[in-house]
């Protein structure tokens, strides 16, 4: 099966920080990833689409200059949380989609990160 | 827009009930797919299902079931004889059919079985 990792699993840092997530696809080139960002208690809410080799498209609302998402293979994409503040603490996922003619999306284990 | 609404915000039953957990969507799409996941309380997402649009059959797995409604937009999934293992939130999603869209989530429902 196809397997998404996250690293790390878990982060903390200090307010105005940087941190960066990577998402990797083992077994599989991921045309697509998408970021994920979940709260405390709350559904998942999409970021970003990340195509590779490509700008990352943003939802409304995402702060570009603050997520910075770079999908510079087919399979790695990373997230940088830049000058990270306690309200970015959250469960972020990124999911991988392979292109191949399947329509589902495999999700990596999840980052925590707290901003102390 | 789409959009998935799962109205059950936490279900608490007694191991060995059945529970149903409600799912309920709208799109303008004539082709989707629909998911159920599972997040245990390590937040690894689950697969469970996908189910195509056109594909209304309903489905059995051991002790999972899903019952898709295109008339009243809903894709329902009942556990039969809960275990305390089922003990998670489980989210229904929906994505447009073609190409690698994005999925949009339900709110989730926190299911607690007690033993």
């Known amino acids: 099966g196809a397997v998404v990792s996250q690293h790390p699993s878990w982060v903390i840092c200090k307010s105005g920080t940087s941190v960066k997530i990577e998402c990797r696809s083992l077994d599989f080139q991921a045309t697509t990833m998408f970021w994920y960002r979940q709260f405390p208690k709350q559904s998942l809410m999409l970021m970003a689409t990340s195509n590779e080799g490509s700008k990352a498209t943003y939802e409304q609302g995402v702060e570009k200059d603050k997520f910075l998402i770079n999908h510079a293979s087919l399979t790695l994409s990373t997230l940088t949380v830049t000058s990270a503040h306690p309200e970015d603490s959250s469960f972020y996922i990124c999911?991988?989609?392979?292109?191949?003619?399947?329509?589902?999306?495999?999700f990596g284990p999840g980052t925590r990160l707290t901003v102390l | 827009a789409q959009k998935v609404t799962q109205a059950q915000t936490e279900i608490s039953v007694v191991e060995k009930e059945d529970v149903t957990l409600d799912c309920v969507y709208e799109?303008?799409?004539?082709?989707?797919?629909l998911f159920w996941y599972k997040q245990p309380p390590s937040g690894e997402l689950v697969f469970l299902i996908r189910r195509n649009s056109f594909d209304e059959q309903n489905e059995i797995s051991g002790r999972y079931s899903w019952n898709f409604q295109k008339s009243t937009s809903s894709f329902n999934f009942t556990i039969t004889a809960s275990q305390v293992v089922d003990s998670a939130v489980y989210f229904c999603?929906?994505?447009?059919?073609?190409?690698?869209?994005?999925?949009?989530f339900g709110q989730g429902t926190r299911l607690t079985i007690n033993p």
């Open positions: 999911s991988a989609y392979s292109g191949r003619g399947e329509d589902t999306q495999y």
């Open positions: 999603a929906l994505q447009s059919f073609a190409g690698a869209q994005k999925l949009v």
């Open positions: 799109t303008r799409d004539t082709t989707y797919y």
